[in-house]
């Protein structure tokens, strides 16, 4: 059985960060890559970042670019999303994704968790 599961998200104010992971399992992760995706109330399902199960390839969205970093731990089966300097926008459920490759699409990713919430106060 394939489960993906994501951390507690939380509530931080704006210009503070946190840190989610994905454990995954029920897997072969060296043919998976990992995606992140968030969904605002009333909004699609975004692209955050992706990442290679070997770690040599990421992708990011551009809106977090340079204040976002996705890391992955084989030894953890994990994939980690570091957020810095979050904004108010940036509110969201948070969503991993395992695919057969490093994809901006939702299309791409055949299993996902359940989803965690991320809330950026002003």
């Known amino acids: 059985q394939v489960q993906l599961v994501e951390s507690e998200g939380g509530l931080v104010t704006a210009g503070g960060s946190l840190k989610l992971s994905c454990v995954v399992s029920?897997?072969?992760?060296?043919?998976?890559?990992i995606g992140w995706f968030r969904q605002a109330p009333g909004k699609e399902r975004d692209f955050v970042a992706a990442i290679s199960w070997s770690g040599v390839n990421t992708k990011y969205a551009d809106s977090v670019k340079g204040r976002f970093t996705i890391s992955s731990d084989d030894a953890k089966n994990a994939v980690y999303l570091q957020m810095n300097s979050l904004k108010p926008g940036d509110t969201a459920v948070y969503y991993c994704?395992?695919?057969?490759?490093?994809?901006?699409?939702?299309?791409?990713?055949?299993?996902w968790g359940q989803g965690t919430q991320v809330t950026v106060s002003s």
């Open positions: 994704a395992a695919g057969g490759g490093v994809r901006v699409v939702t299309t791409a990713y055949d299993y």
């Open positions: 029920g897997l072969i992760f060296s043919t998976q890559s």
